[in-house]
Nanobody, 126 residues
């Protein structure tokens, strides 16, 4: 059965960095688009970043462009989210998820993602 497990969250000061990892089991990762989403208390889950199956196409929400980098290692069945210059407003539970799609396609639509990890807490203090 497919499973996604996030790790790497924690408490960091404003301006710091964290690297989130998403380990996938089941079908090989290169058959799926990978996405990162986040949810803060009282807010809806929002799109953060996505990467195509090939790894060549990426998409970011405006607020993280230039600070976050999504990547993947299909050979290791891993996806990553490098987060730099963190801000208090980045505080949230971060989820990785997978979606079916073409080789060079990404999606910001959470309804396209069929498997989700349990989430990892990221807290940025000011």
């Amino acid at each position: 059965q497919a499973q996604l497990v996030e790790s790497g969250g924690g408490l960091v000061q404003e301006g710091g960095s964290l690297r989130l990892s998403c380990a996938a089991s089941g079908r090989t990762l290169n058959t799926y688009i990978m996405g990162w989403f986040r949810q803060s208390p009282g807010k809806e889950r929002e799109f953060v970043a996505a990467i195509s199956r090939s790894g060549y196409i990426t998409s970011y929400t405006t607020s993280v462009k230039g600070r976050f980098t999504i990547s993947r290692d299909n050979a290791k069945n891993m996806a990553y989210l490098q987060m730099n210059s963190l801000k208090p407003e980045d505080t949230a539970v971060y989820y990785c998820a997978r979606a079916a799609g073409g080789l060079d396609y990404v999606s910001r639509d959470s309804s396209r993602y069929d498997y989700w990890g349990q989430g990892t807490q990221v807290t940025v203090s000011s």
